[in-house]
């Protein structure tokens, strides 16, 4: 299994809903990544996690909350999302280490509205 | 801060000829850049990774060449199809900073026929 998976697809949320997004790897890589991606602009790292643990935080707002349950999985929490927080999110996957010639493995995203 | 910069928006090519991306990044070099290709609603793609001590990188059609001196890298497609219609990203990934690979603007590629 080479790929990254995402759920949801898409989503649409009001301002006072709380929802999580969802990815899950099994290709064994130790780190997992949250990326913000605007129409026609380049994705903006959020978060960076390797071997479980939060190892970057990119001064992203308190209501963007991850979490990584085990090695796999890698969640999203929302909760009081503004409007302007619509995006496509990205999940990614990669070996923590220089020492590869292998990039990150990205989900296709979710879409995610803000109502 | 790092600013990395793609500087065609947008490149149109015809068929058959070598399309040719630059990745230009400003401060010191990166431990190694790497180029993504990034289809309409999805998720980037990796295609080539190349290190700060290597010139140079080949892959099927793609070429990829790495000048620390200039502060450069230029993505090339040779013989290059429709189906390589879409948008490329470099990106960078600096020593010292762990785990964080960071993108330039992205060059959009059309090739027609």
């Known amino acids: 299994d080479t790929e990254v998976t995402q759920t949801p697809k898409h989503l649409v949320m009001g301002m006072t809903n709380k929802k999580s997004l969802k990815c899950e790897q099994h290709m064994g890589h130790r780190a997992m990544y949250w990326y913000k991606q605007k129409a026609k602009k380049p994705p903006e790292l959020m978060f960076v996690y390797s071997y479980e643990k939060l190892s970057i935080n990119e001064s992203v707002p308190s209501r963007f909350s991850p979490e990584c349950p085990n090695s796999s999985l890698l969640n999203l929490h929302l909760h009081a999302l503004q409007p302007e927080d619509s995006a496509l999110y990205l999940c990614?996957?990669?070996?923590?280490?220089?020492?590869?010639?292998?990039?990150?493995?990205f989900g296709s995203g979710t879409r995610l509205t803000v109502v | 801060s790092q600013k990395i910069e793609q500087n065609s928006e947008a490149l149109n090519i015809q068929e058959g000829k070598t399309a040719t991306l630059t990745c230009n990044y400003t401060n010191y070099s990166p431990a190694y850049l790497q180029w993504y290709r990034q289809d309409p609603g999805r998720g980037p793609v990796f295609l080539l990774l190349?290190?700060?001590?290597?010139k140079e990188k080949r892959k099927e059609r793609l070429k990829v060449t790495f000048d620390t001196t200039l502060k450069q890298s230029l993505f090339h497609i040779t013989a290059s199809q429709p189906a390589d219609s879409a948008t490329y990203l470099c990106a960078l990934k600096y020593t010292g900073t762990a785990s964080k690979l960071t993108f330039g603007t992205g060059t959009r590629l059309q090739v027609t026929l």
């Open positions: 990614a996957s990669s070996q923590p280490t220089n020492r590869t010639d292998y990039g990150y493995t």
């Open positions: 190349i290190r700060e001590n290597e």
